[in-house]
């Protein structure tokens, strides 16, 4: 009984081992194109790129999630491959990463270079792919002023300069800039021009967070559906120099910077996928929650069981219960949390949160139906 007692505990939410993302008022993503992690990696054709890996945090073992490009802009952006067909034109009204900004409160811009003008939703206008740039697919976005959010990458610098950047920034460089048509060489230059502007501001130098991700590997590598790719996760909030070796997909991207924005519901698969936070800190630690389980359906009051652990010597400082974004319903000081939540019927994207004293957060997360 002991034995099975102790697989149990190991079984709950593994992912709560994972640190949790840092705080962040400013995340970023530019997405690459077609070419394998063993291309990029090491390449003398791109040393910026590679001087930010080795600086940085470089994730070995992150693969795609399909074939051919679009279906991994989709997850990138609302944890669904939504389609395979590059030449889709329509629009989609699936959940996703802009109605969760808003409903948390959050600005986003999609900075596109080539883009014809601000609020174009239109097709390719040739360096610039609409199938690089999925937000403008997204049916809140196209039937309203929301649009008006997709600008030319021109306007980066200026929002830089001006300090008018959003929370959320998906970056898209043209089809000659972003290695689908260029070379490895020329989307190496323009990261160096375009991107270390940003790296050296104190906007970015604060608590900014930015991964830059290939999309897809070679169509000949199906690993993880997509191939295995290079990710690069930037901030200076970031270990030096850390590699990971832990299994990532598009899904922990999305999932990574919309939790770096304090958000705590993910669109799709983001929801359960585990987050980059290993790539920040110097501490690790986890939540483990026994009671209620995910997916459950509960009645109120709600008992709440959870462990947290920390490897920062000074131990645990906090441990507490959040029933949606910014909504702290519970806590007491301490690594553990046993307690009786009063909760209406209804659905609930609950958060256990712990904080240790050495400035670290962990998090686990727990979808619940009280009835």
Not at 282 to 305: D, I, W
Request: charged share 10%.
């Amino acid at each position: 009984m002991k034995f099975l007692s102790a697989v149990v505990a190991v079984l709950v939410l593994v992912a709560g081992a994972f640190a949790a993302m840092p705080s962040s008022q400013h995340v970023f993503i530019v997405v690459e194109e077609n070419h394998s992690y063993s291309s990029v990696i090491g390449n003398p054709s791109m040393p910026y790129l590679n001087s930010l890996a080795a600086k940085y945090g470089l994730a070995t073992q992150y693969y795609a999630n399909t074939h051919p490009s679009i279906g991994n802009y989709f997850m990138l952006t609302t944890g669904q491959i939504v389609t395979n067909n590059d030449s889709y034109t329509g629009t989609i009204s699936v959940d996703d990463v802009v109605k969760h900004l808003q409903t948390a409160g959050k600005t986003w811009k999609s900075y596109a270079e080539s883009l014809p003008y601000a609020g174009y939703t239109g097709g390719n206008a040739y360096p610039y792919l609409k199938r690089h740039n999925p937000i403008s697919y997204f049916s809140e976005v196209v039937n309203s002023s929301e649009k008006y959010n997709l600008v030319p990458f021109t306007q980066f610098p200026k929002d830089l300069a001006n300090g008018q950047l959003p929370n959320y920034s998906f970056i898209v460089p043209n089809a000659l800039d972003d290695a689908h048509d260029g070379t490895l060489s020329t989307a190496g230059a323009w990261l160096s021009k375009n991107i270390a502007p940003l790296l050296s501001s104190s906007t970015f130098q604060k608590d900014g967070v930015l991964v830059i991700v290939f999309d897809e590997s070679s169509t000949s590598d199906v690993q993880g559906g997509g191939g295995h790719v290079a990710a690069v996760v930037i901030g200076p909030k970031v270990k030096p120099g850390y590699k990971s070796s832990e299994t990532f997909q598009h899904q922990s991207t999305l999932k990574s910077l919309l939790e770096a924005l304090g958000l705590a519901s993910f669109p799709g698969a983001a929801q359960s996928a585990p987050d980059m936070g290993t790539f920040f800190g110097s501490s690790t630690g986890s939540v483990s929650v026994s009671s209620p389980t995910n997916n459950s359906v509960v009645s109120s009051p709600v008992h709440f069981v959870a462990t947290s652990t920390t490897t920062c010597p000074k131990g645990m400082s906090a441990i507490g219960i959040y029933t949606a974004p910014g909504q702290l319903a519970y806590w007491n000081s301490g690594s553990t949390l046993n307690h009786y939540l009063s909760l209406g019927s209804g659905t609930y994207n609950t958060t256990v949160q712990a904080w240790d004293n050495c400035s670290n957060a962990f998090k686990a997360f727990i979808k619940i139906t009280v009835n």
